[in-house]
């Protein structure tokens, strides 16, 4: 999982770049090297949502250079809304099939992959951050993410917050349950 540092320095390389992705065919970009990190995750309206939630989950974070990041990807998301609504469905399909690739793999061989678990919930994260970002709900999607849900709660218990604690708050139980279980 990243960092709270890296998710910081996420928001402000992808700021400038926002414009540009949303008005390509990219559904994931590398972003350059930024705020001491050789690499950060991908430009992604999902990845976007996730930073900002965690950033936005502890003040301390949010410094001037985060709060204009925030700002500017909430002017640039607002001028090409039919884009970002574009590439949020488009994303939610993608992270959920990842996610159920993990989740498969998961219950075959929990011994094997449970230690990734907290890394790769960040794709059954950001699917649920993606749910508000475009009006029309993908039927099919929704279903998948039922299902796997239903995996997930057949293999898991409930349990403690398996991030950083410090932005635990951000996180509702209730929307991000995944995110409180124990195996």
Request: proline letters at 6%; a negative charge; glycine letters at 4%.
């Amino acid at each position: 999982m990243p960092s709270l540092k890296e998710d910081r320095a996420f928001l402000c390389s992808a700021a400038p770049e926002l414009e540009n992705y949303l008005l390509s065919k990219d559904l994931y970009r590398p972003l350059p090297p930024g705020g001491g990190f050789a690499t950060l995750p991908s430009l992604t309206v999902g990845n976007i949502l996730l930073a900002q939630a965690r950033c936005l989950g502890i003040s301390s974070a949010l410094t001037e250079d985060v709060k204009r990041a925030i700002e500017t990807i909430g002017a640039v998301r607002s001028k090409w809304l039919t884009h970002w609504r574009s590439k949020a469905r488009q994303e939610a399909a993608s992270r959920s099939n990842l996610w159920g690739q993990y989740l498969e793999d998961l219950i075959e061989t929990p011994h094997q992959n449970l230690p990734a678990y907290a890394y790769q919930v960040r794709n059954r994260a950001i699917c649920e951050l993606l749910k508000a970002e475009h009006p029309e709900k993908d039927e099919a999607v929704a279903a998948n993410l039922a299902v796997m849900d239903s995996q997930l709660k057949a293999h898991s218990r409930p349990g403690a917050f398996i991030w950083e604690g410090e932005i635990e708050h951000a996180f509702a139980p209730d929307h991000f349950w995944f995110l409180f279980v124990s195996f």
